[in-house]
């Protein structure tokens, strides 16, 4: 299985060419600050991007910035015309290996959440599906059985390449557990540990080792393997804090929030079971209107009650991702 992107090696030195980042203190090392912006627009999940999808937004972290948040803030507006709502530090990324350049990179990452408007600022900005990326991460649909049993048949005869028994097993365990073979169950946190299993076995572009990668577009540097902990963080967060909140709009109905949990975490839910512990939660309030655009039985309109995700964010809250 090849990749959906042509001429990849083409592709990832031109990304590598238009992305990048001036050093800060010295020749040697440079700090990147990269933004991980998501929203969810029509039932699927956005993030936001600069050079035409290659890379998200960032910039080096300069003497003038207040902060390391306030630094991101900047370069998100600057480059995207976007003003930042929520945010929150996401990861640092340090290693000596995983960067394009020839210096060390210390990538401090943030993850924000927004509804999205139509993008703006330099050529090049734009939202893309973020499964366009991590086409193996959806499985609401039913050729994504498909595109993981590829995958497996990949990983499966990387495995059996390995010079020696104890090196083959520890690498179909690994395989086993990250991607649900052999009868394990599918964890959808576990987004960032598939990331790197497919890199370590040359099957993404980014890969010093890639030959023939399998499908997902690749990012410039290390970019992918940041929005891949954006997402991971995403799905775990929405299970313990009401996070969602800042996806949707003002008034929405039920199933426009089943939808959006669904896409965060790319599989399907029991429609009843979720309803079920939005009620317990007390979560929502009617607004005493209905939507009419909905194609039949006009639904409820329902907005969050805003002094319950006040409490929530000390006290927990969670949203089921149970089948």
Same mark, same amino acid.
Not at 64 to 86: F, I, K, N
């Given at each position: ?19 990048? /980042? ?17 929203? /969810? ?17 960032? #910039? ?8 390391? !948040?306030? &630094? ?12 930042? &709502? ?8 340090? =290693? ?6 020839? !210096? ?15 993008? *703006? ?18 499985? @609401?649909?039913? =050729? +994504? ?13 990387? *495995?059996? *390449? ?6 083959? @097993? ?9 991607? #649900? !073979?052999? &009868?394990?169950?599918?964890?959808? $946190? ?5 990331? $790197? ?9 980014? +890969? ?5 990668? /399998? =499908? ?45 949990? $669904? *896409? ?16 317990? !939660? ?5 607004? #005493? ?6 194609? &039949?039985?006009?639904?409820?309109? /329902? ?13 927990? +809250? ?6």
């Amino acid at each position: 299985m090849t990749g959906r992107v042509p001429d990849t090696a083409n592709r990832m030195d031109q990304v590598r060419t238009r992305h990048t /980042v001036a050093p800060v203190a010295s020749a040697e090392a440079i700090a990147e600050l990269i933004a991980v912006i998501v929203a /969810v627009t029509g039932g699927e999940p956005r993030v936001l991007t600069i050079d035409d999808g290659s890379a998200l937004p960032s #910039g080096p972290f300069e003497l003038t910035h207040r902060s390391l !948040q306030a &630094g991101t803030r900047s370069w998100v507006e600057r480059q995207t015309h976007h003003p930042l &709502g929520y945010v929150e530090q996401l990861y640092t990324f340090a =290693d000596r290996d995983r960067t394009a350049l020839n !210096q060390r990179t210390v990538s401090i990452s943030y993850l924000g959440l927004t509804r999205e408007v139509r993008a *703006a600022g330099e050529p090049g900005v734009g939202w893309q599906g973020w499964y366009r990326y991590f086409p193996w991460e959806d499985r @609401r649909g039913q =050729d +994504s059985t498909d595109v993981t049993a590829a995958i497996d048949a990949r990983l499966r005869a990387w *495995a059996e *390449a390995a010079e020696d028994a104890p090196t083959r @097993r520890e690498r179909t365990r690994r395989a086993s557990i990250t991607f #649900g !073979q052999d &009868g394990r169950a599918w964890n959808e $946190e576990l987004v960032l540990q598939r990331y $790197e299993l497919l890199w370590e076995a040359g099957l993404v572009p980014e +890969s010093p080792q890639a030959a023939e990668p /399998v =499908d997902g577009e690749p990012m410039t540097h290390d970019h992918r393997r940041i929005l891949a902990t954006g997402i991971a963080r995403l799905r775990a967060k929405i299970k313990y804090r009401p996070v969602v909140f800042e996806l949707m709009p003002p008034r929405f109905t039920l199933l426009q929030l089943q939808r959006t949990v $669904e *896409a965060l975490a790319g599989r399907r839910l029991h429609k009843q079971n979720f309803r079920r512990l939005i009620e317990q !939660q007390d979560l929502v309030e009617e607004t #005493g209107e209905r939507a009419t655009e909905t194609g &039949g039985r006009p639904a409820k309109l /329902v907005r969050f009650r805003r002094d319950v995700v006040a409490e929530r964010a000390v006290t927990g +809250s969670k949203l089921p991702l149970a089948r």
